[in-house]
Nanobody, 126 residues
């Protein structure tokens, strides 16, 4: 089992920044591709961004490209989501997830992720 714990959520004004962290424990973190997904009230869960297990490959949803940055520190078993220029439509619960992919690639499909965190609330409002 791989346990994932998110932190860093909160309330921020439009145009502001937040950084989410997701710390993993229980298995070899560096062998998992990692992703961030989000779910807004009344909507389904959607892909935000992902990173390969080496960190060499990333993928972003069009809605966050250029504003959000995913990174990972395999020595600290942690993946990060830096969110800049936040908009009210970014308001959601953000989940990190881990995929035991055999290839070093960024994964965007939620059904390829086996482990999920409990979620962190991000609210963008003035």
């Amino acid at each position: 089992q791989l346990q994932l714990v998110e932190s860093g959520g909160g309330l921020v004004q439009p145009g502001g920044s937040l950084r989410l962290s997701c710390e993993a424990s229980g298995r070899t973190f560096s062998s998992y591709a990692m992703g961030w997904f989000r779910q807004a009230p009344g909507k389904g869960r959607e892909f935000v961004t992902s990173i390969s297990w080496s960190g060499d490959y990333t993928a972003y949803a069009d809605s966050v490209e250029g504003r959000f940055t995913i990174s990972r520190d395999n020595a600290k078993n942690t993946v990060y989501l830096q969110m800049n220029s936040l908009k009210p439509e970014d308001t959601a619960v953000y989940y990190c997830a881990a995929s035991p992919t055999a290839t070093d690639w960024a994964i965007s499909r939620s059904n390829e992720y086996n482990y999920w965190g409990q979620g962190a609330q991000v609210t963008v409002s003035s």
